[in-house]
């Protein structure tokens, strides 16, 4: 079964250690985005993955696509060109000190591609399972058409469509991102959000401080099924995150799908090491878990064990491979040296 | 509005990680001392701060200066000369395994700097609000009579002074502390100072184990109020730790301003990335409170809030900003990343 | 007091900060092994250790020779010559991802060096305490001759006997380890081991999942005494470890020595930063206690501080001393910075 | 003396050591410009510098007003604001192998500034000097304009002025450079550029294979003889580089000063360990060469030594001192340890 | 067109900087070896690349593959397996300090590999070049089953072969290696070698003292035309490297194809970086010049520029690609900086 | 034969790479000292080498006696005590910019330790052959005074005495150096010193510009006999360095014995990696020399080939074993990598 992902792929920046900005004198360079993420998760699950984008030619790009390769991700229907690759920075918090990102992305080569350029003919062929976030649609209005035509050509092609919401303030408002996103959702079979994703990126709402560290999964079944109702989704999922500091999160997951309800197990991660691509990471599970087990309770709970192990690891990408994952659905998370 | 701090830049070379020195084959360079800390605060938040010391003109006393010019700190009125700069190690602990200081500190450029080197009414030209802390007079006789004259000055320029009690049992005893200490209190309006440094520096005591892990907050208040009644302080205030281990305290503190108690919020700082400097980032934090602020109560907020931040970064100087201390003193300790 | 220890010292490659092995582009470069390990440590004690084995003369294991003189070890009895110096790599896990140790061990100078090469009189000239543990015969027919050689040597001369049970299931079957562990235990006077030790290679067996995170100490002294009985060891001890994660264990011990049972302090080590070599810093303390107080209680209570400050550490070795060991044993867990 | 220079500051990534770009797992981190190399330099010959440009207020665009504060320069003066500060990488090169550049630096916050934000009669209050480089203009239509402003002002208030011409063929063609360029040349007193720079800025040509390694004097001379008599230049001077590898090039520089020729002693820089600014370090030891030493012989050749010495440095600003370059004038090329 | 290389690829651990073993707390992390390093180099070409071998199933192979991944080589064919993955170590020397490399590679999974587990009708599918070296038969007497039966197989399928001969003293004695490779030249179509392996592998023998840093090129024409005379090879190369310190070496390279010897340009290498890997960049850069030039001066051209910009850059992969190598072929050495 | 050496063993800080101080933040640690460097030396050519010295009992006096356990050599007999260990700091200079040393050395252990606490006819047991250099009897008039006792008990007990003038400047005069050393010259076997010590420790005198970079041998040959006649020295060496660069200097010795002159072999050492040591490596070569080799011509060629290795390796200690001098005494210099 071949995946594909449709985003951006950027440079990430992130200061050594605890650094912040203003000490650092080294970078830690890494690659990510939504959706590259999401390819490599499945790469590493032994999944044909393939990510689609498009990538500038120079050294900078060219390292971009090596670190997919090096993990497996078939790169060989990323459009080259453009000038720049999108960039983020990363200051890494600890304790009640929250990480902070700086992002550096406008006029990459993603953002300023033109849809003619992609012939989702070609970029789909073989495909059988489509995912974007909603990160791609809000890089720019040709982005946006991009994502449509990506959609409209999956349906066609009878490919299964996940679509992360993935709200993001700075690269457009809420009134922007309803705009787009909600006329997309009648092409999506799974969507991916927590309560600020689906307020922003559709409208919906959901009470409560999230800033509280707490949550209310009562709300969280509500919401899921209010989703699946209003657009036909076959399934919707969130990840359920208590922020109880950047350095302790509690984690969990919930899916609906067919109209029931599954809550995952529950982890508390403490340290994070690096949460930026916690989400993807989850997007990656469920889609992994959705197409290898037969029951969506096992599915969540691949998608929260996954992105629980995946915070513990620096980088966007998730290293981790089967066998960890199901160690820790199968209950042990206890730690002991694996010798 | 112009604050002056007087006291020592250190060399400060710490291992890397967790490192023991036995281990280290580099050392991490970060320059500090309690008043240059404090310097650097002010000027992370925006404030005209000056620092006053003497630093050698080799590199090594250039690498120091240049540190705080990078932080925006006034350093056009330091005298420059003397032998060496003075030097701290620090082994950062963790869990039960205490940080361990190895001082280098004696015979330093300020530490040998005769009285007569410091013109203090040039040097406080302008400045409205001066701070020490009790480690400057405790490096040398010398350096006490500076400290002296400085406090007077201020006092005959009309100066605002703080003072941090701050007491180094390896610098001098406490019948030394004592005896040079008390006849400065007269000349201060602010005074800083926990349990321990009160009863070493000024001869109060505070009953209780320090290493217990728990405090108890009216005998802080006692203290405090009896401290201001007997010196005449415009206010007192403490920070209040819980020494839990190494890797998570708890943190708050405490002030009486004109008669009234202030607690303020209380934080777990779990990890504790870096420690040192801690104190210094919250007299910093309590000067600009009572500088900024009609509330008292904000301004122990205000610095409590800014020094639990400064634990969480590495290095003595603390480089938040005042949009996060307020972000923090307005409740979001959810660290959740800012994007 | 000269004590001895017998073994196999390894190069140790370790991946940086939190880093998985994909991710390494250079390892942290340390030694250790074992027996190695409880040498190391009763040289940071002040003790005359000397270590046995037999090294490689390449630079590798020269290396691996000064890492111990270092520290003060007498390496003159170690022989030198073999093909290689084993290996083992580590991926220091966190939160609920294990670390992870993949062996490279085989055809090492110690596994393939044959017993007629070690003279055990002239090894053991002077030593009045010798410790090995299970992993020495583990690793070859010869090894594990070689070590029969140096146990039935020590009984002759009168020595002391040390054993540390350590299965480890890479290198042999626990039929194996019962087959040549059992027939040894007459040499012994002290064994330590826990109850999965206990269990592979002396065949006991204690209920429980040791995986839960939770202990059950009476079961615990039930084990000690019945070994103490069947094999006449003068004492038998355990560290017990509670794995809550890979960043949090429970930490404590437990001793029966002439019959009688003693329990140590409790800890909670979070984080740990380094847990390898946990098991040897206990043995070592656990020697050191047992040949320096008169009360076994003192005994226990040093191994478990000894070994919980080692798990505060990078690397195999313990680089705590005395005086360490000694403060948290004397109730002081605050860990306020040593200035 | 006040001294100002105009341009912009970027964000240098670059690989450590001899990696290049696909290996680089981390990035040096430095800050640099033209204009902004030039301020640093003449603020370490104790001069007062000052540096005029756009940054913006984020993290990273402090980082850099601080890596100018750190180092003495004036940035009171710097505007604040805009989306983004302009980049490059740099990969070093090594022997045959040439260093690398990327640019990133569309779209910063210096390019997309607008003239009217500027107001020369205040940020060149006081100026007595100042300086600029070709790439400034070559930014965008509205830097060209900002130049020009620049330099009419600097001529109606009296200020001398200094122009590096510095043609940057990925910023603009030659022939974009030469509409803009020629009109600047009559409020310039200083021109500095090499045989490039003048055929590609100015239209001037000197014969010869530039990649050969070998130069031509009396070429330079006529074409700093032409340049000046065409122009009204005060003086023109240029650096000579022998580009023999990568990690070895010859050393010197020409001046035409009131219509006489001054050639530099010559270096054999080797092993170079960044070139990147060594030109900008010549402008700057010209600038202080011209502005305190009467014998233009000397300013040349303090020009030339100092930049010599820069590319024995890594990052674009040049850290050596009056003393260093002195003694390099002076004849000690021996590298002696200095004790 | 489709080439594919046979042989080991390793861990390699390097000391940082100019470090010797005995100070190292870390190693360099890379992969490396003869037939990888071409697969590599052939890759970064544009070429479609395979790598044959064995490499183990666990984070250390798997890190290995991912290399070759990284940089564009199909790793498809990889068998997987085995027990370890060989390693070796390298100290890189400084002028007359030579690199020091220590083999830790016995008992490797393609050294412990059975012939019948390739099967090369499969492994050569679509295969039109095949590329072994010397060291591939040294590692085992089924690895040198496994290389004849990969060349006999190449021969029937018309697949054209090169062989590095590379003589390995540590891994056998020159009897060995010439009762093993003459039968095999039988199916090669390149030879590739020095003097010494000339001698070593084939019983061929050149006058001269290698270590002297001066080349006799007529000597070496005769070498390689009685090569091919004797062998019927349609051509025989070697590089020319005059070792004049570990830092500086001459290199150049000669070919005899089709009868015609065809002589280099010579490079001065100096510093050199990295001089691992140096004859494997030879190879392939023979090989890509071999199967897209006309005119064989091109070929041997392109293969010393390739190799001599190799040892300018880290590790075993040559990360140069075509235009850097056009550009020395075509005579621009003087490493002037490429913005 | 067991050596002794006194003196001054220091921490050394150095700046990684290329950097300069202002630009460091980390320093790479290193420990060394002239006396201390020689017993390093000694060790790891297999001798049994003893150090004699007073270093403070904290961690960091602890870390520069396991340096010296680390490489073998006997620190039994060190004196534990004081306030501080000497520090020095280096920034290591390239092409014609030179390495800068700032020593922050006075008020150490060894320069306040008293006559009284050494006991030199236990400290000297059994040794045959000891050397000191002139920076001893520079720290202080307490540690000129242990250099004679030193001496004089050597010489009591028939042992052979070597002394390296090694003046500096910033310890004493030339006055105070003459007043000091003259008179100790009659304890001395064989006094090692190039022509700018003999001038100023002992008043000698050679015409030349050392600066220049050339040398006259016939010179040297001269002051040598000269040295000799006038002391009694039974030798007197020196090595021969000339300064092109930072980078590159050429080395060799000289060495008058019995009075008959031998020239070793010239090396161009280029690049230098670490000068510093390199004349203690040349010392310890010398010993090892004399007392090993029949042939004067050996001990003085194995000198300038051990110092001229040294220089390739970074930190105070020579690293190399006996093989790799003999391998470059015999001629081989190719620096061709050693699998």
Chains 1, 2, 3, 4, 5, 6 share one sequence.
Not at 125 to 141: D, F, K
Not at 184 to 201: S, T
Request: proline share 2%.
């Amino acid at each position: 079964m071949k995946y594909a992902t449709l985003g951006e792929l950027m440079l990430r920046l992130s200061t050594p250690g605890n650094q912040v900005y203003v000490q650092a004198t080294s970078f830690d360079v890494n690659y990510g985005g939504g959706e590259a993420n999401v390819a490599v998760s499945l790469a590493n699950y032994g999944c044909d993955a393939c990510f689609l984008s498009k990538i500038p030619t120079n050294d900078i790009g060219q390292s971009a696509v090596n670190s997919l390769r090096q993990y497996g991700v078939d790169t060989s229907r990323i459009l080259r060109g453009g000038d720049r690759l999108g960039i983020y920075f990363l200051q890494t918090g600890a304790s009640m000190r929250a990480s902070k990102v700086i992002y550096d992305r406008a006029h990459s080569a993603i953002a300023e591609a033109k849809p003619e350029e992609f012939d989702f003919d070609e970029l789909l062929e073989g495909v059988e399972w489509l995912h974007i976030s909603g990160i791609t649609p809000a890089l720019s209005a040709n982005a946006a058409e991009v994502t449509k035509l990506a959609l409209m050509k999956a349906k066609e092609k009878g490919i299964t469509t996940s679509f992360d919401l993935n709200f993001r303030s700075k690269l457009w408002t809420k009134e922007q991102a309803q705009a787009c996103m909600v006329p997309l959702m009648k092409y999506v079979d799974y969507a991916i959000g927590n309560e600020e994703d689906a307020q922003n990126c559709l409208g919906f709402h959901l009470e409560g401080d999230v800033t509280s560290g707490k949550l209310d999964v009562e709300k969280y079944e509500a919401m899921l099924k209010a989703l699946c109702k209003q657009y036909g989704f076959k399934g919707a999922a969130t990840s359920l995150r208590e922020s109880k500091s950047a350095s302790w999160n509690g984690w969990a997951g919930a899916l609906v799908k067919d109209g029931q309800f599954y809550l995952s197990k529950h982890y508390e991660i403490n340290p994070i090491v690096d949460r930026v691509g916690g989400g993807d990471s989850f997007s990656a599970g469920l889609i992994y878990g959705l197409t290898h087990y037969e029951d969506p309770s096992d599915a969540i709970n691949f998608a929260v064990a996954a992105s629980a192990l995946k915070q513990t690891i620096p980088g966007d990408y998730n290293h981790v491979g089967l066998k960890e994952v199901e160690v820790l659905m199968g209950g042990d998370a206890s730690g002991r040296v694996q010798r």
